[in-house]
Structure formats: C-alpha cells, structure tokens
T-cell receptor
Framework: GAVVSQHPSRVICKSGTSVKIECRSL??????MFWYRQFPKKSLMLMAT?????????EQGVEKDKFLINHASLTLSTLTVTSAHPEDSSFYIC??????????????FGPGTRLLVL | DAKTTQPNSMESNEEEPVHLPCNHS???????IHWYRQLPSQGPEYVIH???SNVNNRMASLAIAEDRKSSTLILHRATLRDAAVYYC???????????FGKGMKLTVNP
C-alpha cells in the first residue's frame, strides 16, 4: 500500500523557536496533502489542506502565519510552526491521497510528529 | 459536515466477531462512509469505505443500511492488534476532507 512518512518523529524545542515538520509520500504522487493536530486523548483536528504549487487552505481558527505550509513537490509538504509556544505542543499528523483527491479515495496517514515546546 | 454518532467504547474478546455501529441519520446522497482506526501514538489507518452497497476487504466488512442512515463495521475475528479508536466519517461528494469525530475505543480482551 501507499506509504507516507514524517520527519522528525519527535522534536523538543525551546519556546520562541521555529520547527519544521516534513511529510513525504514515498511511493506515490500527491497533489494534495492534509495536516492535522491531535491533543492528548482528543480527536484529530484538520488544520489545513496543502496543494502542490499553490497556497494552502487553512481551516477556520488556524493561524496561517503561525503554521506555514509549503508543498513544493508532488511528494513533499512541510509544516513550519513559527515562534512555537508550549500550547503548540501536540501530535502533528499529515495525510495524502494518491493522485487528484476524491471523496471516495483513501487517505494515507503518516506516523505523526510529537512536538514538545518547553 | 454531516455528523456521525458512535458509542464511546466497546469491548470484545479475541477471535470473536465484532460489530461496530455508526449512526448517520443526516447523510446525503453523495456522502461516502469511511472508517479509519488509530492505534495509540500512531497515525490513523484506513479500514474500509462504501457508498451504498456492502463492502468487503481483507481487514473488515462494511454493512450499510438500506436507507443509509446507519452502518456497521464488522471485524470477523478480533485480534489484540485490532484494539484501537475507530472513526466512522462521512465524506461529502464535493470534498475530500476527513472530519474526525470522537470515535469509538475498541478494547479486545485476550
């Protein structure tokens, strides 16, 4: 099956620094990738839809200047948490669909990146 | 987004079948029914999806009510590895977004 990887799997940073998380589709091309955030014992919350070669679409309430998304190629999307604060500590997960996204298609999820901001 | 309702949790025994229910009374004609599951500290994993007809794959079966207002995910022989949070999600025909609800925690007893 299709594989999505994330790097790093875990990161600890100091408050005020920026952190970049990579999401890669290893064996398929994805025009669209999705970024989610999950707090402990909570469900996944969709943050933004990342489109290759164009600007990301952010969900309501998600600060686009704080969570910078770049989808530079058909296999790589990056999420940068700028000026991270302790409240940004969370589990960040990306997903992708094979080819052009469709509602009947499977989304393949990465293993997640656990961010801890001290 | 059309909502789904699932029990908060269920328990099953290893090697027995498990039926996980999902109600979606406000489903529209173009909504696909997707099931994903998430093991602790991992990203979600696709299980199965369908539109109107029942579906089978190597992981599970999906039984969809005739009026489409409910569906049931069937694990034919539960294993310890099936212990996870299961999400029943409606995906609107005009979108590819997954909107996760609270899900249902499945515990499998040895």
């Amino acid at each position: 099956g299709a594989v999505v990887s994330q790097h790093p799997s875990r990161v600890i940073c100091k408050s005020g620094t920026s952190v970049k998380i990579e999401c890669r589709s290893l064996d398929f091309q994805a025009t669209t990738m999705f970024w989610y955030r999950q707090f402990p014992k909570k469900s996944l919350m969709l943050m933004a839809t990342s489109n290759e070669g164009s600007k990301a679409t952010y969900e309501q309430g998600v600060e686009k200047d704080k969570f910078l998304i770049n989808h530079a190629s058909l296999t790589l999307s990056t999420l940068t948490v700028t000026s991270a604060h302790p409240e940004d500590s969370s589990f960040y997960i990306c997903s992708a669909q094979v080819g052009v996204p469709k509602p009947q298609e499977t989304q393949y999820f990465g293993p997640g990146t656990r961010l801890l901001v001290l | 987004d059309a909502k789904t309702t699932q029990p908060n949790s269920m328990e099953s025994n290893e090697e027995e079948p498990v039926h996980l229910p999902c109600n979606h009374s406000t489903i529209s004609g173009t909504d696909y029914i997707h099931w994903y599951r998430q093991l602790p500290s991992q990203g979600p994993e696709y299980v199965i999806h369908g539109l109107t007809s029942n579906v089978n794959n190597r992981m599970a079966s999906l039984a969809i009510a005739e009026d489409r207002k409910s569906s049931t995910l069937i694990l034919h022989r539960a294993t310890l590895r099936d212990a996870a949070v299961y999400y029943c999600i409606l995906v609107w025909g005009g979108s590819e977004k997954l909107v996760f609800g609270k899900g249902m925690k499945l515990t499998v007893n040895p």
